[in-house]
């Protein structure tokens, strides 16, 4: 078990409606990335947060944003629900940068599974 | 869009047996991971490789990284019924906004 926590654990929504998930990252840590995983597939990175700042995205649109706190917990927010947002939402805590912060091993919470009908 | 593929996407196994997964990427990287997953739960790193080192062991798991082929294999040896989960490798870019691309997973079956 890591030191990652997200909630909720599961989630039903409406296709429009607005979404927030959150996370708390393992101690110590300030560099927090959010990754969506479909069902059979590998998870596909969204964005990360580096002390408060965006420090990276994927190939995803603007409805999906985040924020990260000076605790460095996040949020990840999803605008205008669509049926192909129903995903497993991962949230993964690293320990910062340090030359290059994707040479170091993320340390992923269990993820909210989010369906959208 | 994925990274790259693994090979096989399914595997089942006898316990004792071992396990070898396949993973190819398209792209020049920086260090390329391991990560294991239970049920559609969180992932667990289980190793990483950089990508001037060919050859990694920790516990029965063994890497490879052949960057001249684009290409990295994970062996488990002697598995065991808990090895069973789904299996992703990830690869890190030189200049890719410090994200992880994984593949699309090879699912993991040990029999007792």
């Known amino acids: 078990e890591t030191g990652v926590t997200q909630s909720p654990t599961h989630l039903i929504k409406t296709r429009g409606q607005q979404v927030t998930l959150r996370c708390s990252s393992q101690?110590?840590?300030?560099?927090v990335s959010w990754y969506q995983q479909a069902l059979g597939q590998g998870p596909q990175f969204i964005f990360q947060?580096?002390?408060?700042?965006?420090?990276g995205r994927g190939n995803f649109p603007p409805r999906f944003s985040g924020l990260q706190f000076p605790n460095y917990s996040s949020e990840l927010n999803v605008n205008a629900l669509e049926l192909d947002d129903s995903a497993l939402y991962l949230c993964?805590?690293?320990?910062?940068?340090?030359?290059?912060?994707?040479?170091?091993?993320?340390?992923f919470g269990p993820g909210t599974r989010l369906t959208v009908t | 869009s994925q990274q790259g593929e693994e090979d096989p996407q399914a595997l089942s196994i006898q316990e004792g047996e071992n396990a070898t997964m396949n993973c190819s990427y398209k792209?020049?990287?920086?260090?390329l991971q391991w990560y294991r997953q239970n049920s559609g739960r969180g992932l667990v790193h289980l190793i990483l490789?950089?990508?001037?080192?060919r050859e990694k062991h920790s516990g029965r798991l063994r890497v490879t990284l052949d960057t001249s082929k684009k290409s990295s294999s994970l062996l488990i040896t002697a598995s065991r019924a808990a090895d069973t989960a789904s299996y992703f490798c990830?690869?890190?870019?030189?200049?890719?906004?410090?994200?992880?691309?994984f593949g699309g997973g090879t699912r993991l079956m040990v029999k007792p």
């Open positions: 993964a805590s690293s320990p910062g940068l340090a030359g290059w912060v994707i040479s170091n091993e993320q340390y």
């Open positions: 101690s110590g840590h300030n560099t």
């Open positions: 947060y580096y002390r408060e700042e965006e420090n």
């Open positions: 792209t020049s990287i920086n260090n």
């Open positions: 490789i950089r990508s001037n080192e």
């Open positions: 990830a690869t890190g870019y030189n200049n890719a906004g410090n994200m992880l691309t």
